[in-house]
């Protein structure tokens, strides 16, 4: 069976000038197209930023990205888009709109006739794309991650806009049962909305001897605690770095970067933990398996999630996790093998869970067992599934 012409649409997607910028969804197009279920050509549209000393990082970065370019043998394209910071949240998805149609127009005259319309996050791509799919008369799937559904609902002329999109899109996807309910309570037909997590790399992600780990990345000996992600608010990293002075003898290594790095410092500094936290950056895929081996627990501290991919890396190699009980993540630490959940953002609570989880460590491979049914091939398949449904199996 001919692989399905898909257009992907995803403004969460990395390029060469930001190549650790939310990998996530990258990840599943290109499952998709390896497994040979999809052909796709993406959208990903970025902020127009004119290139302009002065102008603050947040936006410089903008104008590095290339207009197009080819990755992991897929066409990206970056179209730009006007938009405000804050205050043009509710203009967004008609700007998108607007350079979306256009790009789609163009590639539908080269000869790339795509069957589907597959967007990553409701709002504003989701919104976006909506229009997009009507006018090319296809099908619309459209996947919410976290914060599209969890927070920018509460905005009310976004949320009218979901509302509309829940009732119009011809499916939608939730990578947790928690952000399903929500597609739900927007006005989404039961028959339409699909629970389909991310998957995780099993061949990648999988158990390493932890002492070899630290020596290649130069780590000593010593209880260690890793968080990895985007160095913000959201994901609970200032919580993490509080945590850590409540836990004598502990180190903890913050891998990524965000808004927070300097903040997180300065904190550290404060509570007289800086000589026992490490801050290494964003680091490649290829390299995040020996970090999840070096550490003894993984926390998980966020405030807001879907069902995050770095969950399911930690414990496919076989590290057990303490995770803020929020939306999706007690749908993967389920047992108690996997770790603890904490309520509340308490750090207190955060490292009488870590001591906990620390005095019985866990057998590595008992601990990847609770994601051994989350590996990509699974994802892909329902995918693909659904794609060819709505398709009415065009080719």
């Not at 309910?181 to 989404?188: D, N, T």
């Amino acid at each position: 069976m001919k692989p399905l012409p898909v257009l992907t649409v995803a403004s969460l997607y990395p390029n060469a000038a930001m190549p650790g910028f939310a990998p996530f969804v990258e990840h599943r197009v290109r499952r998709l197209v390896e497994a040979g279920a999809a052909e796709t050509r993406v959208l990903a549209p970025v902020p127009w930023a004119p290139a302009l000393p002065g102008l603050p990082e947040a936006w410089r970065r903008w104008a590095r990205v290339p207009r197009a370019e080819v990755r992991h043998g897929i066409p990206v394209f970056h179209p730009r888009y006007p938009h405000l910071p804050r205050i043009g949240m509710t203009l967004q998805p008609g700007a998108m709109a607007a350079v979306l149609r256009r790009e789609a127009a163009r590639l539908w005259r080269e000869g790339f006739r795509f069957a589907l319309v597959d967007a990553h996050y409701a709002y504003p791509d989701g919104v976006a794309a909506l229009d997009l799919a009507r006018r090319f008369a296809v099908p619309l799937v459209v996947t919410a991650r976290g914060t599209d559904l969890n927070l920018i609902p509460r905005h009310p002329p976004a949320r009218r806009r979901l509302e509309r999109l829940a009732r119009k899109a011809d499916a939608l996807v939730a990578v947790s049962r928690a952000l399903a309910g929500v597609w739900r309570e927007l006005g989404a037909p039961d028959e339409r909305v699909h629970v389909v997590p991310n998957g995780v790399d099993l061949d990648l992600f999988r158990p390493l001897e932890r002492e070899a780990a630290r020596r290649v990345l130069g780590l000593g000996p010593g209880p260690l605690l890793l968080s990895l992600g985007e160095l913000s608010e959201r994901k609970g990293m200032d919580v993490a770095v509080r945590t850590l002075a409540r836990l004598p003898g502990w180190r903890l290594v913050l891998v990524g970067e965000g808004p927070l790095r300097s903040r997180l410092a300065d904190l550290a500094r404060e509570l007289g933990v800086a000589e026992r936290l490490a801050f290494p950056g964003s680091r490649p895929q290829a390299e995040l398996p020996l970090w999840y081996a070096a550490c003894d627990v993984f926390l998980l501290a966020s405030r807001r999630e879907g069902l995050p991919n770095v969950l399911l890396e930690a414990l496919a190699c076989g590290r057990p996790v303490v995770a803020a009980r929020v939306w999706g993540v007690p749908e993967a630490v389920r047992e108690p093998v996997a770790g603890r959940l904490v309520d509340g953002h308490d750090p207190a609570a955060f490292a009488a869970a870590v001591r906990e989880v620390a005095a019985a460590p866990p057998d590595p491979d008992a601990v990847r067992a609770t994601v051994a049914e989350r590996s990509w091939e699974v994802t892909v398949r329902r995918l693909a599934e659904l794609f060819r449904e709505l398709a009415g199996g065009r080719p």
